[in-house]
Every structure is written in structure tokens, then in C-alpha cells.
């Protein structure tokens, strides 16, 4: 048991460095015009999700890794510290992980489907997912909090959910044309996948996850929108 928990600290100090190393690549070694933003050399990386390479199918993976500016990866490593520790702190590391690699992939997978021009960079899909597994934390365990402190937290998590999916919302629509749009869609569909999946993971921490029949009503839902996205991007989308 101690080796299993001591092999998912590992990996979860990985991934924040992983992010960290990436960044730092592309920010330092890589030729920019300008570091702070990154909007050219990002796009020719090769973990970059790009619309016309989506037969490289670790980009629905991999572009967590990448982010976009200075901006970009603090938010992203800030939210992930703040809403991940605590969900650790309560649930197993292995659960909080399968929740952010759910909305990872929904998120990509969401943005093929509703924003299937433009590429995709960052970890919003996994970071939405956390917080979609924390309101979901706090509502199934509001009973057991103290009444005050609980409305904090969904009125804390509501506050910043707004206030990304505003700036999310502008910076898709409204930026100027030489800008860097944001796809939007991958913030939500990673807030649906935290949601759906969170609700079942951290609702029965404390009794065998597999025997609960809602751990596969969600799985098996998820699985029925991954066929969907897969479907729809071999035979469907604009972008062939």
C-alpha cells in the first residue's frame, strides 16, 4: 500500500514538472518573438493537438503539457495545487488522477467536435475536471462539513469558474484577429467530466469503487461520448 501511494506522489510531482520542463523548453531553447506569449513555436510542437495531425492520437494526451504564456501555466499549476491537494488529502491519489485525465480527454475531444479548426494547448480539460470533482465533493459531503464553511467553498469554486469561462468566452470571440483564440469547449467538457466521474469517486471513498453500480452508469457513459468523438473525427469533422 505504501509503495502504491509513494508511485502516485511520483507521478503527480511528474506532472507538474512535466508541464514546468515543457514550458521552460519551449520558452528558453525555442525561438520566440516573444517568450511571455509563445504563439508560434507552441503550434509546431509535437504534443500541440492540431485538427489537421488528429491521427496522432497522443495529442488528445499530450497537449496538458503545453501551455500558452507565463499566465497560462501559473493559473493552470496554481489551480492544480489548490483544488488537487486536498482532494488527495481525502481520496486516493489514483482516483483524483483517473478524474484529471477524464477531463483531459473530454476536453479534446469536446474541441475536435464543437471547435474543430482550431489547435488546443494547456491543461484547462484536467484542471475543469478538478473542479468539477471538488463541487461534486462538496456537494455529496456538505452533511459532514461545517454549514458556513461549505458555502464558501461552492461560492469560492462558482466565483472562479465564472470568472475563467468569461475571460474563455472573450478570448475566443472577442480577440482580435492577429490574437490567440481560446477554445472554450474543453474548459466545459472537462467540468462535465469532473462532475459526472468526480460525483462517483469521491462519493464512495470509502467502500470497494468498482461494486458501485454508479461508477459504471458514468463510466460507461463516458465511453459511449469517447466512441461518439472518435466516430465523429474519422468520418465527420471539418477539418478532413
Known amino acids: 500500500m505504501a509503495t502504491s501511494q509513494w508511485s502516485m506522489k511520483t507521478l503527480i510531482k511528474m506532472k507538474y514538472i512535466g508541464q514546468l520542463a515543457v514550458f521552460i523548453y519551449y520558452a528558453v531553447w525555442k525561438p520566440q518573438k516573444q517568450w511571455i506569449t509563445l504563439d508560434t513555436g507552441i503550434l509546431e510542437s509535437p504534443l500541440t493537438y ?3 495531425k488528429r ?3 497522443w495529442r488528445f494526451i499530450s497537449y496538458m503539457l503545453v501551455h500558452a504564456g507565463v499566465q ?3 493559473g493552470n499549476l496554481f489551480m492544480q495545487i489548490v483544488l488537487g491537494i486536498p482532494l488527495e488529502m481525502v481520496h486516493k491519489g489514483l482516483r483524483v488522477g483517473l478524474v484529471y485525465l477524464a477531463g483531459v480527454l473530454a476536453g479534446s475531444l469536446a474541441s475536435s467536435i464543437f471547435d474543430p479548426l482550431k489547435s488546443l494547448v494547456g491543461a484547462s480539460g484536467g484542471v475543469y475536471a478538478l ?3 471538488y463541487f461534486m465533493n462538496v456537494i455529496v459531503n456538505f452533511r459532514e462539513m461545517i454549514p458556513a464553511f461549505g458555502i464558501v467553498r461552492l461560492l469560492v469554486i462558482i466565483l472562479i469558474v465564472a470568472s475563467d469561462m468569461g475571460f474563455a468566452l472573450y478570448r475566443r470571440f472577442f480577440v ?3 490574437g490567440s483564440p481560446v477554445s472554450f ?3 466545459i467538457a472537462g467540468g462535465f467530466a469532473g462532475m459526472s466521474i468526480g460525483y462517483t469517486v469521491f462519493s464512495c471513498f470509502d467502500k470497494t469503487l468498482l461494486k458501485d453500480p454508479r461508477f459504471w452508469i458514468a463510466i460507461a457513459a463516458y465511453v459511449a461520448c469517447l466512441l461518439f468523438a472518435v466516430f465523429f ?8
Do not use: K, W
Open 50 to 52: 492540431c485538427p489537421e
Open 55 to 57: 491521427e496522432e492520437a
Open 72 to 74: 497560462h501555466i501559473v
Open 131 to 133: 473542479m468539477g470533482g
Open 176 to 178: 482580435p484577429a492577429n
Open 185 to 187: 469547449a474543453a474548459h
Open 233 to 240: 473525427n474519422i468520418f465527420l469533422s471539418p477539418a478532413n
